[in-house]
């Protein structure tokens, strides 16, 4: 059983603030620390449920935060940007499984740190009219080679957004956020604990859970935060306006209209 985890910081226990998530920031290098520990639990709870193989990919920010250093022997990282799928790079369709560890909801969704992509740029996002955060943009991408999302952590909010669109999910809360730059955090080894009782359960589960598909073809909706970055973002090739803040994409497959949404994205930051 091969089992990928995309990795990010926000949903971290003990993570709150953007002094903690930018590499220019003083507590980076603590937060980089709490990282890793919870992916290795992720990667323990995987192993011991019977995975021969895990995959780690780093997806936030610089996406060089885990410290391989401390890595579990039992996994791969993927370190380092430029990566066509992102924050789902290295899945295919030969994994039977996902995890989503130190995720977060998306923008205006409420929790800790709560944004889709890029705090600066993008306010909503839809695909086929659903409106999604990162869990779900990345989940169809794990959905499109067939493999299902069975456990994400992160906090309450995350928690909620993640089973109201995989309901087979296993949600691990591993802070209680009383805002956007505050929580109730279970210490380390506390967070680490459920992270790998739930990934190991999540496998075990693993018959009931399902990829989440979209149907074809698919439109993708991107509502920037001003209508400059949405002139940005209309330069791609075969966009539609939509209104001054608002564009969209079709496209043949999930795959395509995703890396159309991605490139959109980084496009839109002009
Ligand atoms: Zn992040």
Not at 41 to 69: F, K, P, Q, T
Not at 210 to 219: E, N
Not at 228 to 249: E, I, K, N
Request: aromatic share 6%; hydrophobic share 45%; net charge neutral.
């Amino acid at each position: 059983m091969k089992v990928f985890i995309s990795a990010d910081l926000e949903g971290i226990s003990g993570v709150v603030h953007n002094d903690q998530t930018s590499s220019e920031g003083k507590d980076y290098g603590r937060a980089r620390s709490l990282m890793t520990g919870e992916v290795n639990a992720a990667v323990e709870g995987a192993l011991a449920a019977g995975a021969s193989y895990v995959l780690v990919n780093d997806s936030h920010g610089s996406m060089r935060n885990i410290l391989i250093e401390d890595v579990h022997p039992g996994a791969v990282l993927i370190t380092g940007t430029g990566k066509p799928l992102q924050m789902v790079q290295g899945i295919d369709s030969s994994f039977q499984a996902a995890f989503f560890v130190g995720y977060h909801a998306r923008m205006g969704a409420g929790g800790v740190l709560n944004h889709t992509i890029s705090g600066a740029s993008v306010a909503n996002i839809w695909v086929n009219g659903t409106l999604v955060g990162e869990t779900g943009i990345n989940a169809m991408v794990a959905g499109y080679y067939g493999v299902p999302v069975v456990l994400v952590t992160g906090d309450q909010y995350l928690a909620a957004e993640a089973r109201q669109l995989m309901p087979w999910v296993n949600a691990v809360e591993v802070k209680q956020a009383t805002g956007r730059y505050s929580a109730a955090c279970l210490p380390p080894a506390r967070a680490r604990e459920l992270v790998k009782e739930g990934a190991a359960r999540a496998l075990a589960g693993l018959g009931s859970a399902r990829p989440l598909v979209t149907g074809s073809p698919v439109t993708v909706k991107l509502q920037l935060r001003d209508t400059g970055q949405a002139d940005g973002a209309a330069r791609f090739p075969g966009v539609m306006v939509v209104d001054p803040l608002t564009v969209s994409y079709t496209g043949r497959d999930y795959l395509e209209a995703f890396r159309a949404l991605r490139s959109m994205i980084a496009m839109s930051a002009t």
